[in-house]
């Protein structure tokens, strides 16, 4: 697998973090120290899913992988098992082999271990071992192609920080010892061939005090906890269905989760390719502008505290649902964000509107020009509307005027039309705890900061101030 070393490669695995987007994340961390250089990324790659499935040895781990694999049968899926990892034997070890202890971290062949998760994750092929239980020795190895879904598997899987902290989702398998240890015998007694002695003396031995000392304290880290392993149906469900959402979000969606990007339908496709078609006629770009911004508007209204409310229908039923939060207003970045007033004032009735101007030199420098914002705004939820987040400048400082104002960082839902990746990047490592709403995420910025692929100038081609 070569000699690059595995710092390196971790650390440039982490783009992960700026998962699918590397070059760009790089560039967003430029644009947050006030350089905002940014380009097509043009070697996008999207980061697989990464599961880690622990618990004791033959506690159904195996089992539960098989069963999600079989239910993601529609997705890229590969599973990577700690066993490829274990150390062959010496000659030495081999003559007293009842004294190796097969359940202690040392074992496996932790660096290659990661290796492989690390090139797995950057999308690469990678050869890893297949080890043998009967000779004690890695004979072959197998090609492990890229996949959307990555399982990792085995009795210590979290045991290293690196590897732990490269997964998505990290399940325990949690069995009785007894099972465990009845299944163990059955398994290696008929599988491996060994006699029943010799696996009783190891379980002692080796097995059992390793489950305490090193197993069962990585249970801690696990998102889930499925008892009963293979046996647990709805565990399984829920989550392969966890899976289908995760592989179905846009990346920056698993990287900062207060970014929603609206479930994508024909229907949206649609009115996206309208209007960023060039040709497309200003009434009809209003139409179909108007009626994304509704969707946008609606779904980032979801986001607001309710409390319960218990009505008494005309059949004289008692109907329990929810009130309305009251104490809110809008705040739209003048130009464009005018045109998302009309939708969230049909969606709430005299709500109060307050304006900001920045103006835009170059795209580094910017400057506050205007702000009208009601009085008590530090006592509202804030949604900020500005249809395009591209460098996510305005936006920083449209939000910094609003936590200015005292408005509370969580009480602040910003809603876009079109978001570029930089801008998410820049606004939500800036302000983590503000929500964004947007309809479509874009590929990036060209050399003029201009949204790719991007709309042209929304606020001339919404109030016809264009050329045309
Ligand atoms: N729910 C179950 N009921 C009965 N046998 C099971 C169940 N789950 C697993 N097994 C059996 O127990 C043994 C160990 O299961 P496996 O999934 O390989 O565990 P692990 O990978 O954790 O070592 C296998 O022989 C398997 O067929
Ligand atoms: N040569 C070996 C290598 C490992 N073991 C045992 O396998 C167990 C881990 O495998 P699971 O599929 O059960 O996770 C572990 O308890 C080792 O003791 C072995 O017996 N011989
Ligand atoms: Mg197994």
Redesign the pocket.
Known sequence: MGSTPVEYMIEASSGAHFSGFHMDGMQALNSLAGQATTSVNESVHKQPFIIGVA?G???????VCDMIIEQLHDQRVVLVNQDSFYHSLTTEELTRVHEYNFDHPDAFDNEKLLLAVVMLKQGKTVDIPKYDFRSYKNVVSRRVNPSDVIILEGILIFHDPRVRAMMNMKIF?DTDADVRLA?RI??DTGEKGRDIGMVLDQYSKFVKPAFDDFILPTKKYADIIIP????NHVAIDLIVQHIRTKLGQHDLCKIYPNLYVIHSTFQIRGMHTLIRDAQTTKHDFIFYADRLIRLVVEHGLGHLPFTEKQVVTPTGSVYTGVDFCKRLCGVSVIRSGESMENALRACCKGIKIGKILIHREGDNGQQLIYEKLPQDISDRHVLLLDPILGTGNSAVQAISLLLKKGVPEANIIFLNLISAPQGVHVVCKRFPRIKIVTSEIETGLNQEFRVLPGMGEFGDRYFGTDDE
């Open positions: 618990g040895a033959a506690s159904g781990k195996t089992t398998v299944r059955r398994r009963r392993g293979g046996d």
